[in-house]
């Protein structure tokens, strides 16, 4: 692949205002053999540039299937294919066991169900069909798969699927994006990459906003690439509508890019200073509207007539927004939040901070497989093009790219409040954009020492840490590492003498680095499919490959809860996909022990401890063997997981439950959420999430009481504590309940029927 100057009015970079390639010419075919980076070369009159031909022009209209196969006549005829069959693997491999995680994340598929039920649900984010309360996040992330559920009916593939189709779909962007400019090659390493970093085959299998962020991140990133391009509008504005959709599926996060991108825009981009600044302000506004229409429409909605806002302290999105889910995030000052805010430097309940932590034990076998290859390759490519023109396009995707990983990176590594493993996934398009790119460039170069020199050494690298990673887990694949590291020598000793050897002994060291340095990633992605996942908390790869637990929703805390074990895959654990929702469907939460490393769906997928004394470690002790289980069945009480409800528990919350508003009504959402899934029926969550949302107020519950909206209240769930007034609000609830109203026992479950006082009352 060479990177070759388009056509210009004579800066070399093909992306100068007036003489910009008209529409359809590929930098590729510019005439001029110097690469982008270097200085310009005459355009020699004899050889025009070739535009893609069109049909009219020359030649005859290809049938669409042959152009679909075929793909742009400018490029091999194998890159189209190639590109097919990747994302063929990539359907073929998220798809690939789907069902074994259930419900995955009950509190957003609860949330899911409702939206599929109740339109004024899916508009708001509630959990459940009656409005109570919203979900913790704006409901952007909610809406395809809510959809889809209306349309095929609720189970795990209806859930699922949604987001394995985001999965593909971000694969494909990332390939147009890395195609335009250094080949069909490049785009085909940075999918296949992205594909196969563990963390992203969790969380495009899984029904977290994660998965919906990362592929509106790559979107944004190539509408930027295309904006630097050719200066065109147009690209600006779908860059911050993307941005904004971002927002509204996981708020701030989606922020964390803008700086590199646009001060990259302000410097590079091939039009005047004032049409730059003009741009950069018509995207901030698209951005604003894109995002800013569902907020205005909550904020400015009568609070009395819709749900209360989950994770906010008073009922407003935009104290959310800034608050639990904003700064809160960075200075670990998180009212509401498990455990009641807090945080820290250093080591903190949220796991250790500092430049390392990409890297450590706890999140380096999701994300860091190819991290420092790409952190080499990354300045190769700034050093080869430090003396390219303002708009060089090429140096201008190694900084687009660039800048959103070590920004994201940075902001990931020294954040002070929650923090999830899986966030991580939004580093995956970044990091396979740049070995991509990297690696093609330096591969056209590999007649200079340097450049040969520097792919070896990434090469190197990329060895030497998946052998450290491997090592971690060394009861699993113990033989892979030693291939790894032996293996990826080898390629980077035949790298750095390429040069000498034949066409195809030095293809065969660059395959044979290229092997080395994802098979670690890919076994820990075979891993991951190969699992089901479900709960709050989840992580990628075989038992043991990363070491951080605790409650979750939006974080977990360090260690986990005392007694906290890992999970195994023993027991009747495998077969909790099947089994776990009782006859109300899929596992909607496990009742496993509370695991301290949160593997494999902390303790409900890979192990079923608690309530089948399977595999528990140590662990919080689950729902029991009786029908429905323990309200609050999963790990803390129910804040990981909830219960196994079992067919007489959905038999007495169905019962005449349409004379109610709410079937019944439990502290937490994941204790709710399990009831809510297997009955069909809205069951409201107290306090939200984490039990902690000062909604209802205990005067709000006697009303509802009063009025005979709620038929149960389940015992159990929530934090049991930890937020000051508003996890008094629960408990205050829970008291007056078991005070006043009569008990009923199903199995180990404990229900409390809200329409028979007991004498005393």
């Not at 210009?8 to 110097?34: E, K, L, M, Q, V």
């Not at 993307?242 to 981009?269: D, E, H, R, S, W």
């Not at 590492?481 to 293996?487: A, E, F, S, Y």
């Not at 043991?544 to 977990?556: D, E, N």
């Amino acid at each position: 692949m060479t990177t070759q100057p388009d056509t210009s009015t004579g800066n070399g970079t093909g992306t100068s205002g007036a003489g910009d390639p008209s529409p359809g010419t590929d930098a590729r075919f510019a005439t001029s053999p110097a690469p982008s980076w270097g200085p310009p070369a005459p355009t020699l009159p004899s050889e025009p540039v070739r535009p893609a031909a069109a049909p009219g022009a020359g030649e005859p209209a290809r049938p669409f299937l042959h152009r679909a196969w075929r793909g742009r006549p400018e490029d091999p005829r194998w890159a189209r294919p190639a590109f097919l069959a990747l994302l063929l693997a990539t359907t073929v491999l998220y798809l690939y066991g789907l069902s074994a995680s259930g419900y995955a994340n009950s509190f957003y598929s609860a949330a899911v169900q409702a939206g599929s039920q109740s339109w004024k649900a899916f508009f708001f984010g509630s959990l459940d069909s009656a409005n109570a309360i919203t979900v913790d996040k704006p409901p952007a992330s909610l809406w395809p798969m809510a959809l889809s559920v209306r349309i095929f009916g609720l189970s795990s593939w209806a859930i699922l699927v949604p987001e394995v189709l985001m999965g593909v779909a971000t694969v494909g962007v990332l390939y147009a994006a890395l195609r335009r400019r250094f080949g069909p090659a490049a785009g085909l390493i940075a999918g296949a990459v992205l594909a196969l970093t563990p963390v992203a085959a969790l969380m495009f299998r899984f029904n977290n906003p994660d998965a919906m962020l990362a592929l509106l991140m790559t979107v944004t990133v190539y509408c930027v690439i295309r904006g630097l391009e050719d200066g065109r509008t147009k690209w600006l504005v779908w860059a911050g509508v993307a941005v904004g959709f971002a927002f509204l599926a996981k708020t701030l996060q989606a922020f964390l890019i803008l700086p590199p991108l646009a001060v990259l825009y302000a410097v590079c981009a091939p039009v005047s200073l004032r049409k730059r600044f003009a741009q950069i302000g018509l995207s901030a506004g698209a951005m604003v509207v894109a995002g800013g229409w569902w907020v205005a429409i909550v904020e400015l909605w009568p609070a009395s007539s819709r749900p209360y806002i989950g994770g906010s302290q008073n009922n407003s999105f935009l104290e959310l927004t800034f608050g639990y889910n904003g700064l809160g995030r960075i200075n670990g000052d998180e009212t509401g939040s498990v455990g009641g805010g807090g945080g820290g430097g250093g080591t903190g309940q949220w796991g250790e901070t500092g430049w390392n932590r990409m890297f450590n034990s706890e999140i380096g076998s999701q994300i860091s497989w190819l991290l420092p290859a790409a952190l080499i390759l990354l300045v190769a490519g700034l050093v080869l093009t430090r003396k390219a023109n303002r708009t060089d396009l090429t140096r201008g995707s190694f900084l687009a790219w660039g800048g959103a990983l070590l920004m994201t990176a940075l902001v990931f590594s020294y954040m002070a409040g929650i923090f999830h493993q899986y966030y991580t996934v939004a580093l995956a398009p970044y990091i396979a954009a740049v070995v991509g790119m990297g690696a093609t460039v330096l591969w056209e170069e590999r007649g200079k020492v340097w450049a040969s020199l520097t792919l070896a050494g990434a090469a190197t690298a990329s060895a030497a840490w998946g052998y450290v990673l491997l090592d971690r887990t060394s009861d699993y694949l113990p033989w892979l590492k030693w291939l790894v590291l032996v293996g990826g020598l080898t390629g980077a000793l035949g790298l750095i003498f390429v040069t000498r050897l034949g066409r195809r002994l030095a293809l065969a060291a660059a395959a044979l680095s290229c092997a080395a340095a994802i098979a670690g990633p890919t076994a820990y992605t075979l891993s991951t499919v190969n699992t089901g996942h479900s709960g709050s908390i989840v992580t990628a790869g075989p038992s043991g490959a990363s070491t951080m637990g605790g409650p979750g929703g939006g974080g977990g805390m360090r260690g986990g809860f005392p007694g906290g074990g890992q999970n195994q895959q023993n027991g009747d654990g495998a077969q909790n996909g099947q089994q776990g929702g009782g006859t109300g469907g899929p596992p909607t939460g496990g009742t496993g022990g509370f695991p301290g490393q949160n593997q494999q769906g902390n303790g409900n997928t890979q192990g079923n401890g608690g309530t089948r004394g399977g595999n528990q470690q140590g662990g919080m002790p689950g729902g029991g063997p009786g029908e429905g289980g323990m309200g609050g069945g999963g790990g803390a009480g129910g804040l990981l997981n909830g219960a196994n409800v079992g067919s007489a528990a959905k038999a007495l919350l169905s019962k005449n439950a349409g004379d109610y508003t709410w079937a019944a009504a439990a502290i937490g959402s994941q204790n709710s959420a399990s009831y809510q899934l297997a009955t069909g029926k809205p069951v409201m969550a107290i306090g939200g999430f984490n039990g902690t949302d000062p909604s209802p107020t205990l005067a709000q519950f006697k009303k509802y009481v009063t009025d005979g909206k709620i038929h149960y209240f389940i015992s159990g769930g929530g934090m049991g504590g930890g937020g000051g007034a508003s996890s008094s609000a629960s408990s205050r609830i829970s008291s007056w309940v078991t005070a006043n109203f009569k008990k009923v026992t199903v199995g180990s479950a404990t229900f409390y029927d809200l329409t028979q006082p007991t004498s005393s009352s």
